[in-house]
């Protein structure tokens, strides 16, 4: 109920419009019942007294009738599915902005396909539920019983042996509904996992093809397409058999009248006209009770969606502003780490410990270290990505904890380490971060990254559609587009996570000129792959399983001989070799 009550709030909005279509519903089958009286009095008085006239009249009344009722069945249809869209339009909106706001550590948990299918397939599962379910379910209940009280007034003994099925029809729709239920939630689970494979086949295509893994990969979606299809089909089975089973249940209670009625015309206590009305009625009496079966099946299914739905935009963020939070003003880039440990949820052991580090505006800090020694956690919690598990950071004395999202994130500038690009043009991938930037100020980051002239000998220059993910782009094509995006912000705070470590030598070594200015009065955060990147930082701090185990420019830890000295001989030595030849 908690459910329904839930899915029912997105319609409050739209409340006139539901009654509107709830009217004409009403409306159209009220029109309906008219047509059985229209009937018997054409049998009986028209037909049986030879008034050729007023048969004529009665059949036009019917035929009246009959475009009335479309008409208002077409008002009902398109003011309910125009609600049901508007409402569904809500919905898909909640989803969406719910999950921009949810945190990496969701996402580092959930799977891609589960999300997709449950924006997807389950809100639209909701449409059927609030176009169809949802109003028939309202003018079955009150067409059954306007018509049972007709039936009764017409022939109390007839009407009493037309219901003798309804209990017996009940139990069967109950007990259909307890059973299709979990299969929906089962059909909407399988069916999130089989979108999960095909997205990751997609996404992976590069490595299956490399590997030769197709037959492995039409194996595993062969099994997940094989889940959907044996719940399908036992739903299909259950459909099968309680349809028939209805139709069985109800001919008993038509036998029955048909029995007595033609009795009762025999004995001449019935005209045929009264009987014919009566049927005309029994049948209007036995369509509310049709779809139960069908309003259960779209309620079933909608529960199910709702409650997949709804368990997403329950998520708490884990990263939330403060309700005092304030804008953060224009940063000097002072950034200072107190005491700070972090683990993540599906782990008991800290990333960092205890890490404190005081940098200083301006400052360039490269940051090495083993893989799993908390290098990427690190530069992820400045932006608030994740928060601490205990300690404090600040920019500039303030603890970001206590300042607006957005006006903290608008300040630092992040190229990750997978460099990801939009399926839209070169220029509006650089200006993602400030859509109001010019054209001059994309041409000036563009070339700051040493890609303007790559863009410029492109047909269509910045307009240049790149594809899904920059699949037209090289590795260091797509690196100095993430590069100009960044540095379009102009931030305070420039984060290099691992940007030009896969880019060839001259890339690089252009790249690395043109960001030994910009770096200048911003400060630096670059987990480094190059000596050159090393070799220019202020600061090197190098770490091992969470902590800072040295620090100091590149002269004084080789100075040290430490860990720092093991990684420059095992990982710088022969870039600087190579450079000196």
Request: proline content about 3%; aromatic content about 10%.
């Amino acid at each position: 109920m908690q459910i329904l009550k839930r899915l029912l709030g997105y319609l409050k909005k739209y409340w006139y419009f539901m009654f509107l279509a709830l009217l004409a519903l009403l409306i159209n089958r009220v029109l309906t019942l008219a047509v059985p009286e229209i009937t018997q009095r054409a049998i009986d008085i028209a037909i049986g007294q030879k008034r050729y006239g007023l048969l004529m009249i009665l059949a036009l009344s019917i035929v009246g009738v009959t475009i009335l009722t479309a008409v208002f069945q077409f008002v009902q249809e398109y003011i309910l599915q125009y609600a049901s869209q508007k409402a569904i339009y809500d919905i898909r909106n909640v989803m969406y902005d719910h999950l921009q706001r949810l945190p990496f550590s969701f996402y580092d948990r959930s799977q891609t396909g589960q999300l997709i299918a449950r924006a997807t397939g389950d809100i639209d599962t909701l449409r059927r539920f609030y176009s169809f379910g949802m109003l028939n379910f309202i003018s079955s209940i009150l067409m059954f019983f306007a018509v049972l009280v007709i039936c009764l007034m017409k022939n109390w003994i007839l009407a009493i042996i037309a219901l003798s099925t309804m209990p017996m029809l009940a139990y069967t729709g109950i007990r259909f509904g307890g059973k299709i239920g979990p299969m929906f939630w089962q059909i909407r689970q399988k069916m999130a996992d089989l979108t999960t494979v095909i997205q990751e086949n997609i996404t992976g295509v590069r490595v299956v093809k490399t590997f030769v893994r197709e037959e492995y990969e039409i194996n595993k979606f062969s099994v997940y397409a094989k889940n959907v299809l044996q719940i399908n089909l036992d739903i299909t089975k259950l459909w099968a058999f309680f349809f028939p089973l209805m139709d069985f249940i109800s001919g008993l209670g038509t036998i029955a009248v048909l029995w007595y009625g033609g009795w009762l015309i025999i004995k001449g206590q019935l005209t045929l006209g009264e009987f014919i009305a009566f049927n005309m009625y029994l049948m209007q009496l036995m369509w509310p009770v049709r779809m139960l079966g069908f309003i259960i099946n779209v309620s079933k299914e909608a529960m199910a969606s709702g409650q997949r739905i709804f368990e997403i935009l329950d998520i708490k963020s884990e990263v939330e502003e403060s309700p005092n939070a304030k804008p953060l003003p224009p940063i000097a880039g002072h950034v200072s780490f107190e005491n700070v440990s972090f683990k993540y949820e599906t782990s008991d052991d800290l990333v960092l410990k205890n890490f404190t580090l005081d940098v200083q505006p301006g400052e360039t800090v490269a940051i090495l270290g083993a893989t799993g020694s908390g290098k990427s956690t690190l530069i992820n919690l400045i932006p608030r990505f994740y928060d601490p598990t205990s300690g404090v950071i600040k920019i500039d004395g303030i603890d970001i904890r206590d300042v607006k999202l957005e006006s903290l994130r608008q300040q630092i500038g992040i190229v990750l380490q997978d460099t990801f690009l939009f399926s839209t043009t070169l220029k509006e991938n650089i200006s993602y971060g400030k859509t109001n930037a010019t054209m001059e100020e994309i041409i000036a980051a563009a070339k700051a990254a040493n890609i303007h002239d790559f863009i410029e000998s492109l047909p269509k220059g910045y307009d240049t559609e790149i594809g899904e993910r920059g699949v037209t782009l090289s590795g260091g094509e797509k690196q100095r587009v993430a590069i100009a995006r960044a540095l379009l912000m102009n931030p305070r705070i420039l984060i290099l996570d691992d940007s030009t470590s896969s880019v060839d030598t001259e890339t690089e070594h252009l790249i690395q000129n043109a960001l030994s200015t910009l770096v200048k009065g911003r400060t630096t955060f670059i987990i480094a792959q190059r000596l050159s990147t090393v070799k220019r930082a202020d600061k090197i701090i190098v770490l091992e399983n969470g902590e800072i185990v040295e620090q100091g420019t590149h002269d004084e830890l080789l100075e040290k001989g430490g860990i720092y000295t093991e990684i420059y001989n095992m990982q710088f030595r022969q870039q600087e070799e190579n450079n000196e030849q």
